[in-house]
């Protein structure tokens, strides 16, 4: 699922979008967008002007002029409406995919009476799951709804909304209970309770969200329409009181120049491009496999101040594993390798299996008879074997370490040498015993992956600080922390301490982005002012926070503050451009409005336009095309590079706003080259 | 190098001199930081605050602050109408003038509390000493006000969360107190040393060379003309205001009177810098504003110095410049000079007569009015830069991918309606007046032939001009213009008041809402706003806003007139 689509205008939506582009001027909707409907009325009252002209009015000038006009106006309005129309069909066309997997699969329900199961299984449509009904699957069915095992365990392939094709695990209780509709079981039963009603799970949310039924505009959109109707407004006041200006000079405007000079002057490239901005920074958060429960999120991303990682998966691969054995002295190592791996046979921990990883068993045949597995308990802190009246135990330092004392056995100083030396590295020590006497040291380690430093150096320039949480101890926390470049972290963390931090961190002013997964992170992931829930969390999660990881990868929150920059970054450097613009529109114009009675201002007319007439069309048209020039930049978003905020402003600055005064001068003259040839 | 440019060099050299401590002082005043003339002012303030029953110590929200500028205002306004419109039989009326009209006092009152200073009247002729005397208290005033409330301001933007932002009455004394009257009362005394009148006796009587006897108006002149300048006020003793050589003797006097129309406003700049401890902004700020107005002097003066080419036509040699309308004592130079510094920070007094500069030196002073930020009147000029620097911070917030703020506060939804009202009604008033000026004059020319001393494209921008100047709260006047006519002191009193009062509320507004949002620290991804390319940005939203809104209207006024000259 992963990057598809990535051509922007593919022929079935551009055909859709072309058509949504008429839809759109209905005036009821177009309403929302003040700079749109200016124009809008502009065009309409261009279309009286031409009807006037046909029917006998001489003093407007040439049918086939204002008729052109007209012409411009419809298609800048349709432009700005295609902008629009593309954005929502490339974000519904992701959505769409999406949810085409979960439609019309048969479910097994199974038939309630009051608050009794009845055993009693019927096959209905997926359509018709409510909240609360309670279906099962065995391998090889499709999973009907989004949903919680209330029984059982089962592996998943989650490949249709993820893409990861590695099947998982989904089980009962815990913390990955969670099934997604459209996945399918490739083992075991499970039973599901439905956790959504039909048309409000996540996916349709952010469907309707892309669609406009309930797209809402977020508080800094709303913000930029007030400037943006600003400006429209005060252009409406220089192009009103120019009229009486005029007479005054004896000079007569015509009813076209006076609404090209205004539909130029307002900003209608940020205008026409501003909800496609917005509608496709939620698709790329989509593309990204991100689903975003609000346009807001996604704004309020770009302004992280805080990022709290969990340190296992995201800044470390899975959970410690074992990388060297340190018999200990008068122990072979072949001795120590067995009784290692003779005490983790029966260890279902990631730990255990990463032992008999190191020792390269695969199938351990020691041949060991009558032997009974002791489990670990809170009170031991150690696990092991007992056979033939031999007893293995492996456990924490100090806990090994009481065993062997109370035998009255001396416990080797160079043990807990190497024990320190572990721990001093970040590592965690195993002390292994036999009969109550030490037979050496397994050292485990956190793997720190590849290449995350690199994205907390990115991150620390965008400004965002990384915060890592772990239920290690301080020391072994803080050499990961240093190791993997985190700015802070929270050691022998419980659920508690993340939403004081949270907490503490917003009482400062700094907005908080956290990923979680488990029920206990719920609050926090309501407290945080970004809340990533990962989709195999538990229903409580991905209800408190606001947006839902499909591929649960924890490093998404770097990815999600890029996109939601880049939507800032778009609207201000294309606003930046379309009001710089107006420097060459006015040249255009001006001159063009008054030469006639004021053949003196030739010399303002520093682009040598043609005639007039020519002058204004090329400035309305110059306008008209920006805008589908633009949408591309519109849909991907302006580049973030991570330099620096004064950097960054004067780059945009340079390329947006220089370049918004010089392209429309080069453009304009262009135009008028060609339009020349017939006004 | 010329030695009419070296004077100018040496004003502005002197004020940024004079400005840097001044600053510091005035930043001290509103921080309530002990200085050496407490001594004498402590035991003063407590006077006022004990006749006023004021407690000083009272925090007020900024919503009282406003309340408490807008009673002050009102309680004058009606007591300065009342003056005017019985002068006559009041005392201290020497040279027995007449009392105002109804609609002329309303103009004049409202000019004076607004800090404009629009004069349609003159006042050797139409005020007596007990009039002068009510608006030099209103030179005062309005200059207190727009200061006090500047430093309510510059406590808003604090870093921390707050309600309570100071004391309104509390910062106005001290602002007369300690600013403006010390330095009135040097300049004043320069003044008097250089051949001022101060007196309260009646017109003098002279024998002139030809032997007729000619009777010379006189008064308070001195104390009058050092408030002028210093509160950027600019309204005149006498009609022709400091052109008059009983108001600016001198080139000397033109110095100081210079300097003084120009310094509080810089200083008001490095006093923001003293007071939130953000040199590195506030030189920021007065880097920009220095560089607007800059182009706007050297455009001026360099049109001003080359002369009229219809004179050059006729075989006359202009070494001077353009000196129609000028007087000899000061030259072409110190005059455009002049006319820039007045402009730009709303004063409005003048040496020369603006109606008579070439045309682009009078756009030139159009612009400075128009734009109304380029140091700008005593504190509203930051408050006018204020609203442009939160434009600015909203768009370059954006471009650096932040939900925009600014020293350390979200601006929203709510901050960018108020202040695009307020950058909207400048083009508003300015705009509508001069098209409303329009059609009236274009349905009938016969009958308002009296408004325009020269038709055409002049006669536009004289109408351009009064409606900027009102705007502005500036007072200057292209003088062609017929203005004391009922129409031209009601609408431009109803421009001035809004243009004062609204530009005021909305900052502080701004402001207020502003101090008491959450406080966010800086990190390395917010935005600098004391960076040369933060200045550059509020520079080009100032440019895009103030001048381009105003390009037709000036290409029909100035620029068609310059193209036709030069044709």
């Known amino acids: 699922m992963k990057n598809q689509n990535t051509t922007l205008f593919q022929p079935d939506l551009v055909k859709q979008a072309l058509k949504q582009s008429f839809v759109k001027l209905n005036p009821a909707s177009l309403v929302k967008n003040p700079v749109m409907f200016t124009v809008e009325i ?264 805080v990022l709290l990682l969990d340190k296992t998966g995201t800044i470390t691969i899975g959970n410690r594993k074992a990388t060297q054995f340190w018999p200990a002295e008068g122990v072979t190592r072949e001795e120590f390798v067995k009784a290692s791996v003779l005490s983790s046979v029966a260890d279902e921990t990631p730990e255990g299996k990463s032992i008999l990883e190191l020792a390269g068993v695969i199938n351990p045949d020691y041949n060991v008879k009558g032997a009974t597995f002791i489990k670990f308990t809170a009170e031991t802190r150690s696990s092991g074997i007992d056979y033939e009246g031999n007893r293995i135990r492996k456990g924490a330092y100090d806990a090994i370490k009481n065993i062997v004392e109370k035998a009255g056995n001396n416990f080797s100083k160079a043990i807990t040498q190497k024990v320190e030396e572990i721990s001093g590295n970040g590592g965690t020590p195993l002390v292994v015993s036999e009969n109550e006497k030490v037979l050496g040291v397994i050292e485990l380690q956190d793997i720190i992956k590849t290449g995350i430093a690199e994205r907390f150096e990115r991150l620390r320039k965008m400004g965002v600080k990384t915060v890592m949480v772990t239920g290690d101890n301080p020391l072994t926390a803080k050499f990961i922390a240093e190791k993997a470049g985190v700015d802070d972290f929270i050691a022998e963390a419980k659920p508690e301490d993340k939403m004081n931090y949270i907490k503490a961190e917003q009482q400062q002013g700094k907005l908080v982005a956290m990923m979680g997964d488990g029920t206990n992170d719920a609050p926090a992931l309501a407290q945080a002012d970004v809340g990533v829930a990962m989709n195999s969390g538990t229903q409580a999660a991905k209800e408190a926070g606001n947006m839902v990881d499909l591929d649960n990868d924890p490093t998404k929150l770097i990815e999600i503050v890029e996109i939601g920059k880049q939507l800032l970054m778009t609207r201000g450097t294309l606003t930046t451009f379309s009001i710089a613009n107006d420097v060459a529109k006015y040249f255009a114009i001006i001159p063009a409005l008054f030469i006639m009675a004021i053949p003196s201002l030739q010399g303002l007319n520093i682009m040598r336009l043609h005639s007039p007439e020519s002058a204004i069309l090329s400035a309305v048209i110059f306008n008209a095309i920006i805008i589908p020039f633009l949408i591309p930049l519109a849909l991907k978003g302006v580049a973030y590079k991570p330099i620096g905020a004064s950097a960054l402003l004067r780059r945009n600055l340079f390329i947006y706003g220089l370049g918004g005064v010089i392209v429309p001068f080069i453009g304009i003259k262009l135009i008028d080259m060609l339009v020349s040839v017939f006004f | 190098m010329n030695s009419e440019i070296l004077g100018i060099i040496a004003m502005y050299g002197i004020v940024l001199l004079l400005a840097i401590p001044l600053g510091r002082y005035i930043g001290k005043i509103f921080n309530y930081e002990n200085t050496w003339l407490d001594k004498v002012f402590n035991p003063l303030d407590r006077l006022f605050f004990k006749i006023g029953g004021i407690n000083p110590d009272r925090e007020m929200t900024w919503k009282q602050h406003l309340m408490a500028l807008l009673v002050i205002n009102l309680f004058w306004f009606l007591l300065s109408m009342f003056v005017l419109t019985n002068m ?95 330095l009135s009362t040097i300049v004043a005394v320069i003044l008097v040393v250089n051949g001022t009148p101060m007196t309260f006796e009646g017109k003098d009587s002279i024998t002139t060379l030809e032997g007729k006897e000619q009777l010379v108006s006189r008064g308070p002149v001195a104390a009058f003309v050092a408030i002028k300048q210093l509160g950027t006020n600019g309204g005149g003793f006498y009609g022709p205001n400091s052109a008059h050589p009983m108001e600016n003797p001198n080139y000397l006097t033109n110095m100081v009177e210079t300097i003084s129309l120009f310094i509080i406003p810089i200083a008001m700049v490095f006093a923001f810098g003293y007071l939130l401890k953000r040199r590195k902004l506030a030189l920021t700020i007065y880097g920009v504003m220095t560089a607007g107005f800059l182009m706007l002097l050297m455009t001026s003066v360099t049109s001003e110095m080359r002369g009229n080419p219809l004179i050059d036509r006729m075989g006359i040699a202009q070494s001077m410049g353009s000196m129609e309308g000028k007087e000899v004592r000061f030259g072409a130079a110190a005059s455009a000079n002049w006319a820039t510094y007045t402009t730009c920070t709303s004063n409005g007094s003048v040496n020369a007569m603006h109606d008579s500069f070439t045309p682009i030196g009078g756009m030139a002073a159009l612009l400075g009015m128009m734009v109304n930020c380029f140091y700008g009147g005593v504190g509203v000029g930051f408050l006018n830069f204020y609203i442009f620097m939160i434009l600015a911070v909203f768009i370059s917030g954006l471009m650096v991918g932040r939900t925009p703020e600014f020293l350390g506060k979200k601006i929203e939804a709510k901050e960018m309606k108020i202040a695009m009202i307020i950058a909207l009604l400048h083009p508003l008033l300015i705009l509508a007046g001069t098209a409303i000026a329009s059609h009236v004059y274009t349905g009938n020319p016969e009958e308002y032939a009296s408004w325009l001393a020269n038709p055409g494209y002049h006669g536009f921008s004289e109408m351009l001009y009064e409606f900027t100047s009102s705007s502005a709260n500036n007072g200057s006047g292209f003088e062609g213009l017929g203005d004391n006519t009922p129409f031209w002191n009601i609408a431009c009193g109803i421009v001035m008041l809004m243009a004062r009062y609204l530009p005021i509320i909305g900052p502080v507004a701004i402001a207020g809402i502003l101090a008491a949002k959450k406080y966010v620290p800086e990190s390395s991804g917010t935005l600098k706003t004391d960076t040369a390319t933060f200045g550059f940005m509020a520079f080009a939203v100032i440019f895009i806003v103030a001048a381009l809104s105003f390009f037709p209207a000036l290409t029909l006024g100035p620029i068609a007139e310059y193209f036709s000259l030069y044709k």
């Open chain 1, 42 to 305: 502009g065009t309409v009252i261009m279309l009286c002007v031409c009807a006037w002209i046909l029917a006998g009015e001489t003093s407007q000038g040439s049918f086939a002029y204002n008729f052109t006009i007209f012409l411009i106006l419809l298609f800048t309005l349709l432009f700005a409406n295609f902008a629009e129309a593309i954005a929502e069909a490339r974000g519904k066309a992701q959505a769409d995919s999406l949810r085409k997997t979960r439609e019309e699969t048969p479910a097994r329900k199974i038939e309630m009476l009051g608050e009794i199961f009845k055993d009693e299984v019927k096959v209905v449509p997926s359509s018709t799951l409510k909240k609360g009904d309670v279906f099962i699957c065995e391998p090889g069915d499709i999973i009907p709804m989004d949903g919680e095992i209330i029984e059982g365990l089962a592996t998943i392939d989650e490949s249709a909304i993820t893409g990861e094709s590695a099947p998982v695990i989904r089980e009962a209780g815990g913390d990955k209970s969670s099934v997604t509709g459209g996945t399918k079981v490739l083992s075991d039963y499970i039973k599901v309770r439905v956790s959504t009603e039909p048309g409000e799970s996540f996916l349709d949310k952010m469907i309707a969200l892309v669609e406009g039924a309930s797209r809402q505009k977020t508080p800094n959109e709303i913000a930029l329409t007030i400037l943006l109707a600003g400006f429209t407004l005060v252009f409406i006041i220089v192009c009103t009181t120019l009229q009486p200006f005029a007479a005054y000079a004896n000079v007569t405007i015509t009813i076209a120049s006076f609404i090209s000079l205004f539909v130029c002057l307002i900003p209608t490239t940020i205008g026409g491009l501003l909800s496609a901005i917005g509608i496709a920074g939620m698709d790329r958060a989509l593309r990204a496999n991100v689903i975003t429960k609000s346009g807001k999120a996604v704004e309020t991303a770009g302004d992280i101040d």
């Open chain 2, 88 to 182: 006559e039989w009041l005392p201290l009326n020497p040279d027995k003038n007449p009392s105002m009209s109804g609609d002329l006092a309303f103009n004049t009152s409202v000019s004076f509390v607004t800090n404009t200073n629009l004069q349609h009247y003159s006042g050797e002729t139409g005020l007596s000493y007990l009039g002068q005397l009510t608006l030099m208290l209103w030179q005062f005033i309005s200059a207190g006000c727009g200061m006090a409330i500047c430093a309510m301001v510059f406590n808003a933007m604090k870093e921390r969360t707050a309600t309570s932002l100071g004391n309104f009455y509390s910062y106005f004394v001290r602002s007369c107190t300690r600013i403006l009257l010390p």
